[in-house]
């Protein structure tokens, strides 16, 4: 199976907030990442959270981490149209790699 | 700090030719490096430079391709004899010395018709 797997598409009205889900195998990860690639473009680093934390605010963006079911979430307060894009949940392949392992993505649709 | 580098940014070609991408990392990253996104799906690793060594090569390399990164700086992959299903984005990445962050490029999207 995958080793990091996301749900597809999320839509979400302008001002509401939006929570992008993820799941992973490799328990051993040491960080856990949220890109963002908007259409034509490359990836974008939005933040990322170390494993032996429960959650990381920044600005707009929380982030959860539960290590026992392995679940990440990214939670966007007050989604704008600017956050349209498609988001990306990593995660290195084994403790010391730096092969990032990649779900398929969340494309969010923001409606104004 | 101009960010990632790549050139070029798209490049059509026909089955059975070579080509050549560049990336030029972000000054002082010592690390590179490169994955292949397709319609559809997450980047997906292809191969990492520390300097000028090749330390990680995923399976998906196969023997057509192959990657450079002579002096340490810019890096090269080179496609022989693209096929089809080498049409993708390919993505350059860098990261500095024990920093874990990697910063993409805007990648290079091949078209191999």
């Known amino acids: 199976g995958e080793d990091v797997e996301q749900s597809l598409f999320l839509s979400v009205r302008e001002g509401d907030s939006s929570v992008i889900n993820c799941t992973y195998t490799d328990s051993s990860s040491t960080y856990l990442y949220w890109y963002k690639q908007e259409p034509g473009a490359g990836l974008q680093l939005l933040t990322y959270i170390f494993s032996n934390m429960d959650m990381k605010q920044d600005q707009r963006l929380t982030v959860l981490l539960n290590k026992k079911d392995k679940h990440l979430s990214l939670r966007i307060a007050d989604t704008q149209t600017g956050d349209s894009a498609i988001y990306f949940c990593a995660s290195p392949r084994g403790a010391g790699s730096y092969q990032l392992t990649f779900g398929k993505g969340t494309k969010l649709s923001v409606i104004p | 700090d101009t960010g990632v580098s790549q050139d070029p940014r798209h490049k059509i070609t026909k089955r059975g030719q070579n080509v050549t991408f560049r990336c030029d990392p972000i000054?002082?990253?010592?690390?590179l490096y490169w994955y292949r996104q397709t319609l559809g799906q997450g980047p997906e690793f292809l191969t990492y430079?520390?300097?000028?060594?090749?330390?990680?090569k995923s399976r998906l390399l196969s023997d057509r391709f192959s990657a450079e990164r002579p002096k340490g700086s810019f890096s090269t992959l080179e496609i022989q004899r693209t096929e089809q299903g080498d049409s993708a984005m390919y993505l350059c990445a860098s990261s500095f010395r024990q920093v874990h962050e990697q910063f993409f490029g805007p990648g290079t999207r091949l078209t191999v018709l």
């Open positions: 430079f520390q300097n000028e060594a090749q330390l990680e």
């Open positions: 000054s002082e990253h010592n690390r």
